[in-house]
């Protein structure tokens, strides 16, 4: 139970960070997807490489508490609903008109 509890926290810190990357790029980390004659989708890769780092110090905690293998799991699940989560809910794409 305190396994899936922590999961859920982490899911909600990831969520959040890529919703601050992606609402506020530190960084501009941006790929041109399309241009159209309505304008230019672009996305921001600042929320995930938050989400990233934020990943790997979490895993480096771990391991520092020799909690590894039965944390890491948990916390890359977290992650990969947090990404999926994200990007269902266009985080980090944005359509600039001309």
């Known amino acids: 139970m305190k396994n899936v509890l922590w999961t859920i926290l982490q899911f909600l ?5 890529f919703a601050a990357g992606s609402f506020v790029p530190v960084m501009h980390l941006q ?11 672009i996305f ?4 995930i490489v938050l989400m990233t ?3 790997l110090v979490i895993l480096g905690i771990e ?13 890359a699940l977290a ?5 999926i989560a994200g990007l ?3 985080f980090g794409f944005l359509t600039r008109t001309p």
Request: net charge positive; charged share 20%; glycine share 4%.
């Open 13 to 17: 810190l990831f969520l959040l960070l």
């Open 31 to 41: 790929q041109v997807l399309s241009t159209t004659a309505e304008g230019t989708r």
């Open 44 to 47: 921001y890769w600042d929320g």
């Open 53 to 55: 780092l934020l990943f």
């Open 63 to 75: 391991a520092a508490r020799k909690r590894l293998r039965t944390a890491a799991p948990w916390t």
């Open 79 to 83: 992650l990969a609903l947090a990404a």
């Open 88 to 90: 269902a809910m266009k």
